[in-house]
């Protein structure tokens, strides 16, 4: 079993090789080639946060468009590009281990298991006490290329077009709580712009070009960045960094037109309708604004920003959140692993039960005989599926089971995760500052973006973690499952937000989801790391020094 575990370890890491050679050579051709206004969508649509009316579950992985990176190499990229909070804040990190939430052996075993025993002291010092200067959270890439308007012009087309935006977009998306309606009906966005500006004595726009190429031409996207922008090189991140600018919007509209949820009156919107109109709103602002006296953003850029999608290397900062976010997680896991290895041959019985840990709801999965859930420490919530081992030989019904229970909570469990790390230090959930709009939305006041993930409510004091995976079978079986599945997503055909067979065997390998393995006949527990399954040992009712053992878990 050595042997076929050892054939596992290399194949993983030549596959994340390969995606990250597909994912330069994507980007370098799409910066290098023309402008492509179909693509550019395509690709907004995937990074764009999915957004239900109702701030509903959206069963997606918020980050699915990293998915084929390593779990902590995808919250790194999309922190830095961006600008998405994948993690709690190093004060919040430290706060739950001064709490005893995050237990000091389990700290060092993660330490030792990461940086080796020999440095263990030279990191438990970065992780615990060293303070990172202010440019150690430099702002993230998404947003530096449109901050040249205000270098160069001195001026925020933001500040004047959002708020015009967003009341017209939230009247028109309206689910019938306005008092006002909006006065076309049934047909797309932009052709109820050109009714309503063809018959209403109040127009939409301060100057007449906007409103020109709105009611006479039908301009492209590429024709109106040629105006604003002119560079061609630029177009895609100037997208990107006006899209990202009210992520929570777009991520609806880009929702709305896949076919999740139609608007109630018959009519529609797309992510093209609202990147014109958008477009033709900069233009009458800086119009407005600067009369003749502006030219396309590109004309007197000295420097450039740094390519949104170039590669983001890891720094000391992010290894040390990457090693607090395992810690979190495996102070959870020790306590359920540990009453699972009470009836193994290898394990003592000295086990001590723990405190309850404020986790989400989907945090635990368990997929084996209801004997072998039984050992799971009083007080933790499981999803349980009934599975026996002697009656899958070959995996074919464990295989069945995975690609409904891995993407389904396993995007249930970040979404709690995101939405948790993304409103540490927010003012999110104040009264004070929601504004609802059109029952189908929270804003940060009348002037801000809809709010993406769950309501504060829902994650508020909940430790960050992913779901565990706990499944009874032979560890070879399981190797044969997870070929399978990662064969079917490498002959799988392309499609938005996909949560399917092809993508299961990437949640797995990419350890999106924790996945631990019981032999049903030794009782010896496997932790999947890495690319290879790991032999764990208990260390919850042991002293912190019998823990220092690199390779155990």
């Known amino acids: 079993m050595r042997n076929e575990n050892r054939r596992w370890v290399q194949r993983p890491a030549g596959r994340q090789k390969d995606f990250v050679k597909r994912y330069l050579l994507l980007h370098m051709t799409a910066r290098n080639n023309s402008f492509d206004e179909h693509v550019v969508l395509h690709e907004l649509r995937q990074f764009l946060p999915a957004l239900l009316p109702g701030r509903a579950f959206t069963r997606r992985n918020p980050l699915e468009a990293f998915q084929d990176f390593h779990f902590h190499d995808a919250l790194r990229h999309a922190s830095e590009m961006l600008g998405y909070k994948t993690s709690l804040s190093l004060e919040e990190y430290r706060s739950l281990y001064n709490s005893k939430r995050v237990k000091p052996d389990v700290l060092e075993k993660v330490l030792v298991e990461k940086k080796g025993a020999a440095k263990t002291f030279e990191w438990q010092d970065k992780v615990l006490m060293k303070k990172y200067p202010a440019d150690a959270e430099a702002a993230p890439r998404i947003g530096r290329l449109r901050a040249y308007w205000q270098k160069q012009y001195n001026t925020d087309p933001d500040a004047r077009v959002h708020p015009r935006l967003f009341r017209i977009l939230g009247n028109f998306l309206d689910h019938g709580v306005s008092?006002?309606?909006f006065p076309v009906r049934g047909q797309s966005f932009l052709d109820s712009m050109r009714e309503m500006e063809t018959n209403s004595?109040?127009?939409a726009f301060n100057t007449p070009r906007a409103r020109?190429?709105?009611?006479?031409?039908?301009?492209?996207?590429g024709d109106l960045l040629a105006i604003v922008v002119g560079d061609e090189a630029l177009f895609r991140q100037y997208l990107f960094d006006q899209q990202f600018a009210h992520r929570g919007w777009s991520g609806l509209v880009a929702t709305l037109e896949s076919g999740r949820n139609s608007l109630p009156n018959g009519s529609s919107v797309t992510l093209r309708e609202l990147i014109v109109f958008e477009l033709l709103l900069e233009i009458d602002v800086l119009d407005a604004r600067l009369g003749k006296h502006w030219e396309p953003l590109a004309s007197h850029l000295?420097?450039?920003p740094d390519d949104l999608f170039d590669p983001v290397p890891a720094s000391e900062k992010s290894e040390v959140l990457a090693i607090w976010q395992e810690a979190v997680e495996w102070s959870y896991y020790e306590e359920i692993l540990a009453g699972l290895c009470r009836n193994s041959p290898n394990e003592d019985s000295?086990?001590?039960?723990?405190?309850a840990y404020a986790s989400a709801p989907d945090t635990l999965c368990m997929?084996?005989?209801p004997s072998t859930a039984r050992n799971i420490p009083p007080g933790h919530r499981a999803h349980l599926n009934s599975y026996d081992f002697s009656l899958d030989r070959d995996g074919e019904e464990l295989e069945k089971i995975l690609e409904t229970v891995v993407p389904a909570l396993g995007a249930e469990n970040l979404e709690y995760l995101f939405s948790r790390t993304g409103h540490a230090n927010s003012d999110a959930g104040n009264a004070l500052t929601d504004e609802i709009i059109g029952l189908f939305g929270?804003?940060?006041?009348?002037?801000g973006d809809l709010r993406t993930g769950l309501p504060t409510e829902l994650t508020e004091g909940l430790e960050p973690m992913r779901l565990l995976c706990i499944v009874e079978q032979f560890p070879e079986t399981v190797w044969r499952v997870i070929d399978r599945l990662n064969a079917s997503?490498?002959?799988?055909?392309?499609?938005?937000?996909?949560?399917g067979r092809r993508s299961v065997g990437r949640w797995i390998m990419n350890e999106w989801i924790r996945l631990v393995v019981i032999d049903p006949v030794t009782r010896e527990l496997r932790v999947l790391k890495n690319g290879e399954m790991v032999s764990y040992k208990s260390g919850y009712h042991r002293s912190k020094y019998s823990l220092s053992v690199a390779g155990d878990w």
């Open 350 to 355: 000295g086990y001590v039960a723990g405190m």
């Open 442 to 447: 929270v804003a940060d006041g009348a002037r």
């Open 489 to 499: 997503h490498s002959q799988g055909t392309a499609g938005r937000r996909s949560v």
């Open 201 to 203: 004595f109040i127009s």
């Open 302 to 304: 000295t420097t450039r």
């Open 212 to 221: 020109k190429l709105l009611l006479q031409t039908s301009p492209s996207i």
């Open 367 to 369: 997929i084996g005989r």
């Open 179 to 181: 008092d006002w309606s």
